[in-house]
């Protein structure tokens, strides 16, 4: 009996703690989604965040769990999973996250968290522990994510200007301060779509090894609500160190801008949740940012900080994996 307690006790104690990693993603992504709408002046902060964290929850009917299925069981070898490697992995992620956040980097909590299940996975197994076609699909995602934003981003952007080439420039800021509260509803809703999967899959996965669910079984609803609930939270709560990189220091945005880039990110972020992928919200609305800001020309982006949110990108799943992989050995004492 009190090996059952015991072991209930931790796995209460890694649910509570990978739903404040959720609200965190949440807390640290809200700028992703609020930052252009934002920045182009369409609504006061209070007002975005509250829209952005209703779509989040709202999110739980649009979309099958494709997402937490690949993070739940096809990143790394189910029969490794233990207690030590849940609690290294949302380490690793929250730890990076605090970091970034602090420092105002828009980095990304799902890479994040790839790299803390991947680094406490090396820790306790080696690269057998890896499951290749999974992490694959999510590091080729690093890459395509943002340029299929920035081209998606672009060519809303081309399409949209030729649309309205004989409007005032008054009356397509008019016209496009109303769409806009659609496009960021809209990337709200991926936003929530996609990321709060990945939280419900590593939840999974610790009720799969600790043996509160089989394998075979659906993900039990209350794990699905609690975590749009956390993500919607956080988002309620924003991040605002990195709104104004976001919105403001990438390229100015002008409200038809902001719906495009907002739009562009939206579709991305749909197609990835519909085929199962698991990526960053953070590097699809940087990438449509980018493409909005260059059909303008080249120059009107600022390529400097663009250049240092890359290098962010490149560093999360290494780091995040290099700090899981400190917390899985020092989980063998605490845990």
């Not at 700090?323 to 845990?335: K, M, N, Q, T």
Request: aromatic content about 10%; hydrophobic content about 55%; glycine content about 12%.
């Amino acid at each position: 009996m009190d090996t059952v307690g015991i072991n209930l006790g931790v796995v209460i104690f890694l649910v509570i703690l990978a739903l404040a990693f959720d609200f965190m993603n949440g807390f640290h992504d809200a700028a992703n989604a609020i930052a252009t709408v934002v920045s182009t002046r369409v609504l006061r902060p209070q007002t975005a965040v509250l829209l952005a964290a209703f779509f989040n929850v709202v999110a739980i009917f649009a979309f099958q769990l494709k997402v937490a299925t690949t993070v739940g069981k096809g990143t790394i070898d189910p029969a490794i999973i233990d207690h030590y490697v849940v609690f290294g992995a949302l380490v690793g992620a929250i730890a990076w996250n605090f970091i970034t956040w602090y420092y105002g980097i828009p980095s990304s909590s799902s890479h994040a968290l790839i790299g803390g299940l991947v680094g406490a996975a090396l820790s306790k197994a080696g690269p057998d522990a890896l499951i290749a076609g999974g992490l694959i699909k999510a590091v080729v995602f690093i890459v395509v994510s943002p340029l299929l934003g920035m081209l998606l981003g672009s060519l809303i952007m081309v399409v949209v200007s030729w649309t309205c080439r004989k409007m005032t420039p008054r009356g397509v800021d008019k016209w496009f301060r109303r769409m806009q509260l659609i496009s960021a509803s809209m990337y709200s809703l991926g936003h929530g779509g996609n990321d709060a999967q990945k939280t419900m899959g590593i939840i999974w996965m610790l009720l799969i090894a600790s043996g509160f669910s089989q394998s075979g079984e659906p993900l039990p609803l209350w794990v699905v609500l609690s975590c749009y609930l956390s993500i919607g939270l956080g988002t309620m709560l924003g991040g605002w160190r990195i709104v104004k990189t976001m919105g403001q220091k990438i390229t100015k945005l002008k409200p038809v801008g902001g719906f495009c880039a907002e739009t562009g990110g939206a579709l991305t972020l749909f197609l990835a949740t519909a085929l199962g992928i698991p990526v960053s919200t953070t590097h699809t609305i940087t990438g449509a940012i980018v493409g909005v800001g260059a059909t303008k020309k080249l120059s009107a982006v600022r390529w400097g900080v663009a250049g240092n949110i890359v290098w962010a990108w490149v560093l999360t799943i290494p780091c995040s994996a290099l700090i899981a992989a400190v917390f899985w050995y020092l989980g063998r004492f605490i845990l």
